[in-house]
């Protein structure tokens, strides 16, 4: 039976992959700081073998521990799905909140970084396994406020790409899905907990969903052994990129 361990399983794309990747038969480490929301998943499939880890990426003691304190039959990992992540915030630079930015970095970049290091070591070993990390448009194209998000998401680009590099002469497969607009949790989270203006965001569109992000991740680890699929860049056909914007001095 192959394991993936998938983080931030509670919500959103990480549960979407959760439950797609139990249908089709694989047992799963699940994680996420929410435990009745990884035992729930847990229920939903009974049969599944599923290892469920309360876990705060951005502490590196939790990461080690858990990977050491992985039960015999999980610890050989197949995918690790780099899932877990949030934005905090819409301001301009000179207007965010200095906390917000530090847990975007501790979480999409630190926590990422750190439990991709500790998991490798056993895949090289095994000279098998496929690391899917979940970046952005917003790492490719910049938008008003997305100053941090989008840096960190530019560096999962970059991480992943230069991971490619350094496994190269190994059989370990290296992904970055770059996803737009997708109905999660996210904007909730973004816009601190304001449901009414996370809902507007969507308000008109249909948006990439958990569902559709759970069919990408399911593909590009489906794909013959010796095929890497480097980049999904994923936006529903209601977005678009918009023109340069030019400020001009009132005459
Ligand atoms: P959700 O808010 O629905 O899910 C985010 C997940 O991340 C939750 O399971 C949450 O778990 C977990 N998480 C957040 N912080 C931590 C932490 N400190 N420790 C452990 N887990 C954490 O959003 P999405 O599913 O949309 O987001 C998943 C990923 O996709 C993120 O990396 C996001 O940046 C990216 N993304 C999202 C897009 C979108 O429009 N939705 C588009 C492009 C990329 P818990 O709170 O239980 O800890
Ligand atoms: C989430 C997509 O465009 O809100 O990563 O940054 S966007």
Redesign the pocket.
């Known amino acids: 039976m192959k394991t993936i361990l998938i983080?931030?399983?509670?919500?959103?794309?990480?549960?979407a992959c959760g439950r797609r990747f139990a249908a089709e038969g694989w047992q799963l480490i699940i994680?996420?700081?929410?435990a009745e929301?990884l035992q729930s998943l847990a229920d939903e499939f009974p049969d599944t073998p599923m290892h469920q880890v309360m876990?705060?990426?951005?502490e590196r003691s939790q990461i080690e521990g858990m990977v050491a304190r992985l039960p015999d039959q999980f610890k050989n990992i197949d995918i690790l799905l780099n899932?877990?992540?949030?934005?905090l915030g819409v301001e301009p630079a000179q207007n965010a909140d200095l906390d917000d930015w530090e847990t975007m970095i501790n979480?999409?970049i630190k926590?990422l970084c750190t439990l991709t290091r500790v998991v490798l070591p056993g895949m090289v070993a095994r000279n098998c396994g496929h690391i899917i990390n979940?970046?952005?448009?917003?790492g490719t194209y910049p938008y008003p406020g997305g100053n941090v998000y989008g840096a960190g998401?530019a560096f999962v680009k970059q991480f992943s790409k230069n991971l490619l590099c350094d496994l190269v002469h190994t059989k370990i497969r290296v992904t970055n899905i770059?996803?737009?607009?997708?109905?999660?949790?996210?904007s909730i989270?973004r816009l601190h907990g304001d449901r009414k203006k996370a809902d507007d965001i969507y308000k008109g569109t249909q948006p990439v969903t958990?569902d559709d992000i759970a069919e990408i991740v399911h593909w590009v680890s489906s794909v013959p052994a010796h095929v890497n699929i480097n980049t999904v860049e994923v936006m529903p056909v209601c977005q678009s990129c918009g023109p340069f914007v030019i400020h001009r001095d009132p005459a």
């Open positions: 983080t931030g399983a509670t919500s959103g794309f990480g549960l994680t996420g700081r929410r929301r876990l705060d990426i951005r899932n877990a992540g949030l934005a979480t999409n926590g979940m970046g952005s448009v917003a998401k770059e996803p737009g607009l997708c109905q999660t949790e996210f989270v958990g």
